[in-house]
């Protein structure tokens, strides 16, 4: 089993390339610090800019982290799907979403539904020094093997909620596209359940026989502390 995982979650976003089902290196593993939590925290930053939401009050993070999901997306072209809010003004009802808020008050919402996802790919919009999320697999990918690349390329798999928003994959297809070597074969691989990977991948370590001599009881960390992680593990 040979590819690149690329788990986005709530608080954290990594990569990992795996051969043959081990670990390339430890080297070869990034973390992107940016996810769920601030790209949400984004939205709530556009929408008070337009005016909704006050500075001042304690806003209901669920709120925006449901908005966010139910109507937000990830532009192919970000200039070009930038253009169509910019100059288009005056058909801007059928490009704009409404949402119901607890209150019962409809609020619209425009480019903030593809604006809050920006970041992942220009992570300069929150002020971060870093490259996008698809330098970051690139990098991963470019640290390997040279002999493992073309295998890692043609087998990336998405992992967690952010990956499973609309136009996620095509836009980070798009961007590896003109990073990776001319002729480089990209597929992603995009599973309906990858939001539940990390429970999934966690079951089924959990049920495995080997896993049962990995298990610290409480009686052994009560006997040795946190040196029982030194025995256990060889650390």
């Known amino acids: 089993t040979t590819g690149i995982v690329l788990d986005s979650g709530d608080g954290v976003t990594q990569i990992v ?3 043959e089902g081990q670990l390339i290196s430890s080297t070869t593993i990034q973390r992107f610090d940016l996810a769920g939590c601030d790209l949400t925290q984004y939205l709530l930053k556009l929408l008070q800019q337009r005016g909704y939401f006050s500075y001042n009050s304690n806003v209901n ?3 925006i982290q449901n908005i966010k999901e139910k109507i937000g997306y990830v532009a192919l072209d970000y200039r070009e799907e930038l253009e169509k809010f ?3 003004s005056s058909s801007l009802s059928t490009l704009e ?3 119901e808020l607890p209150d019962g008050q409809i609020i619209k919402i ?3 539904r593809f604006n809050c996802f920006e970041p992942f790919f220009e992570p300069s919009l929150l002020d971060m020094q870093t490259g996008g999320i698809h ?3 690139n990098n991963s990918i470019m640290k390997s093997d040279v002999d493992t690349r073309r295998d890692l390329y043609a087998n990336i798999v998405l992992s967690g909620g952010n990956t499973m928003f609309k136009g996620f994959v095509g836009r980070l297809k798009k961007e590896l596209i003109t990073l990776a070597p001319s002729r480089t074969i990209i597929r992603i691989c995009d599973d309906s359940d990858r939001k539940s990977f ?3 991948g966690g079951s089924i370590l959990a049920s495995l026989s080997i896993f049962q001599s990995m298990w610290i009881t409480k009686r052994e960390y009560n006997e040795s ?3 029982i992680f030194n025995s256990k593990f060889n650390y």
Do not use: D
């Open 135 to 137: 330098e970051v697999v």
């Open 110 to 112: 425009g480019s903030e």
């Open 61 to 63: 993070k669920e709120i």
């Open 97 to 99: 979403e409404s949402y």
């Open 225 to 227: 502390g946190s040196l």
């Open 86 to 88: 910019t100059y288009n």
């Open 198 to 200: 990390v429970w999934i």
């Open 17 to 19: 390339p795996i051969f």
